[in-house]
């Protein structure tokens, strides 16, 4: 059976979302994505990679629409590629999302028939970022129908996907707050106004780097971070003024300062320049203090809703010992600590540990400890399981590269009844269910919630039991 062969221009109809955003199609039995393409669409376009078991092509028409398409609202859409699918219905949105982590747990989790038992949409599809980071660049990305000689030595805004190095001068982002917009606008015109260099990721040089602009949803309070390469405090005053001058809202402006030449915005120190230095925020009936590095979950309407599913899971009797591995700021672990008798937290993050402590004294947490903690090595390095309770519940929340192996298996030498796992990226999680299934445990509950409508990220929440445990 013929394949196609690089160059071809080939007539496709889009018949789902590949995990990641990219239209599928089929054609003689050959799998082919397509970037920017949407399910039911019929386009026209040209395979630009082949490998032996799939093909890429680049969109060049649209022959017919999707019944599913929806209005973007975003003016940025889709230079933008913060978001992929503010063109589809959000109702689609979430039945691709379905599908793709059935197909993600059967393929890569190794099992015949799986099953999603609980899927939560987003009550709110716009507006519903808690925080946003923008980049300053001298390199603006210039749109298409823009004149040859428009202005292109300042943005603040966002990266092109696929340029390190390639700036799109934002305005209005929808899904973040409204007063974030404004912030974000404020900011710009009085940098651009004072003069203050954008920094040159090439040639590593200016001074102004990031902007994060963080909202406590339920408290209203308002942090703005601005990263730059160097601490001279006198340079931001007129930001500063301005700031307090039109978003009296703003609590906390941090300035944190970060020499290395990664396009990173975690900074190596930090100086208050107006307010406090931390905000705050509620999930559930706790308070949460929140610095600029910390992390805190970016959506906190689901994050609630996510962190109920996992207490709900894992069916609390009041006498266990729960572990909590990448406990960040402690949020998860405050959050469950008055259903179990103890709770144990670990993070890498030094900072963060700091705040979980912090968090856990403000709402009168007595039974949660916490430790810093390199986790692909901590268990096997540490004494620490001689001198604490070993776990009946371990709960999980790894970034999105998931677990190391070797972690996995100090989970299971641990012997928990059960394994609560979150994560942000389910193929990962599904390969590391996988591996705990090798050892004894099987997968009795798994939930989706939504916690980025427009984008291709999926929150996911699994429960994993030991066969010799029920």
């Known amino acids: 059976m013929l394949r196609p062969k690089k160059g071809d221009e080939l007539e496709l109809t889009i018949e789902s979302l590949a995990f990641g955003g990219k239209g599928v199609a089929h054609l003689n039995g050959y799998v082919i994505f397509i970037k920017g393409t949407l399910p039911d669409q ?71 028939k799986p099953k999603l038992h609980q ?26 129908d823009e004149e040859e000689n428009a202005e292109a030595d300042f943005a603040l805004g966002l990266h092109i996907p696929g340029r390190y190095d390639k700036i799109l001068d934002i305005s209005t982002c929808w899904i973040q707050k409204p007063i974030a917009n404004e912030i974000l606008n404020t900011v710009r015109n009085i940098a651009k106004k004072t003069g203050l260099a954008p920094y040159n990721i090439r040639e590593h040089s200016g001074y102004l780097r990031h902007l994060i602009i963080r909202l406590g949803e339920k408290t209203d309070e308002v942090m703005v971070n601005i990263v730059t390469s160097k601490e001279e405090r006198e340079l931001l005053e007129p930001i500063v003024d301005g700031i307090k001058k039109v978003h009296p809202r703003v609590t906390s402006i941090v300035n944190n300062i970060t020499r290395r030449k990664a396009g990173v915005s975690y900074g190596e120190w930090e100086v208050l320049l107006y307010g406090r230095p931390t905000i705050t925020d509620h999930l559930g009936d706790f308070t949460f203090e929140i610095s600029a590095n910390s992390f805190f979950q970016t959506n ?57 402590v912090r968090n856990a004294v403000s709402n009168r947490i007595i039974n949660c400890r916490f430790f810093p903690a390199n986790l692909d090595k901590f268990f096997r390095k540490s004494s620490i399981l001689s001198e604490i309770e070993p776990p009946d ?69 699994a429960l994993l039991t030991h066969h010799g445990k029920r």
Request: proline letters at 5%; glycine letters at 6%; aromatic letters at 10%.
């Open 42 to 112: 019929k386009v026209r376009a040209r395979l630009t990679k082949r490998r032996n078991g799939y093909g890429e092509a680049k969109l060049l028409e649209i022959l017919k629409e999707t019944p599913s398409s929806a209005t973007s609202k975003c003016g940025h859409f889709p230079t933008c590629g913060g978001c992929s699918f503010q063109n589809l219905d959000y109702d689609a949105q979430i039945e691709q999302k379905k599908a793709q982590v059935i197909d993600i747990f059967r393929r890569i989790g190794c099992m015949e």
């Open 119 to 144: 899927v939560v949409p987003a009550e709110e599809i716009f507006h519903y970022r808690n925080k946003m980071e923008f980049s300053f660049s001298n390199r603006r990305w210039i749109l298409s």
């Open 393 to 461: 519940i371990v709960l999980l929340d790894p970034p999105r590269a998931g677990m190391h192996p070797k972690l996995v298996n100090d989970v299971v030498n641990m012997s928990p009844e059960k394994i609560v796992y979150i994560s942000c990226n389910p193929s990962t999680q599904a390969r590391d269910v996988a591996l705990f299934s090798d050892n004894g445990f099987e997968l009795k509950n798994l939930a989706m919630v939504d916690m980025f409508p427009h984008t291709p990220h999926i929150e996911t929440v």
């Open 300 to 356: 906190s309407i689901q994050g609630e809703k996510l962190y109920k599913i996992a207490r709900d899971f894992a069916e609390f009797r009041g006498d266990e010992i729960l572990y909590d591995l990448y406990c960040g700021t402690g949020s998860t672990s405050i959050f469950m600590a008055q259903q179990v008798k103890q709770v144990y937290g670990f993070e890498v993050v030094p900072p963060a540990v700091e705040d979980a």
